[in-house]
Nanobody, 124 residues
Framework: QVQLVESGGGLVQAGGSLRLSCAVSGRTFETYVMGWFRQAPGKEREFVAAITWSGSSTYYTDSVKARFPISRDNAKNMVYLQMNSLKPEDTAVYYC?????????????????WGQGTQVTVSS
């Protein structure tokens, strides 16, 4: 029904920047909240950021506030996570996710669709 494909990950030095992209296909006309999650080795999947369908509301986990703005371009069926001032502790596989909702969703179990993930590695 909905397919998500992440891209933009890679290896970057601490203090650098990356922009992750999520291409959305399928029933893109529906009202989807989009979220970004990350999972480091040996750790649980962690919420990073979410954005409503209109883009009018966003929410971030405290560890990335002011560093990782989330945005979306519905005309292009794209969602972005601009990652600035990267730290080694940001190293993880980053996942794009979607759920039909008019409200922000921050819990992984509520999301219905997931991308394959993209690796982000930040060296010190």
């Amino acid at each position: 029904q909905v397919q998500l494909v992440e891209s933009g990950g890679g290896l970057v030095q601490a203090g650098g920047s990356l922009r992750l992209s999520c291409a959305v296909s399928g029933r893109t006309f529906e009202t989807y909240v989009m979220g970004w999650f990350r999972q480091a080795p040996g750790k649980e999947r962690e919420f990073v950021a979410a954005i409503t369908w209109s883009g009018s509301s966003t929410y971030y986990t405290d560890s990335v506030k002011a560093r990782f703005p989330i945005s979306r371009d519905n005309a292009k069926n794209m969602v972005y996570l601009q990652m600035n001032s990267l730290k080694p502790e940001d190293t993880a596989v980053y996942y794009c996710a979607a759920v039909r909702s008019i409200r922000l969703v921050v819990t992984a179990y509520e999301y219905d669709y997931w991308g394959q993930g993209t690796q982000v590695t930040v060296s010190s």
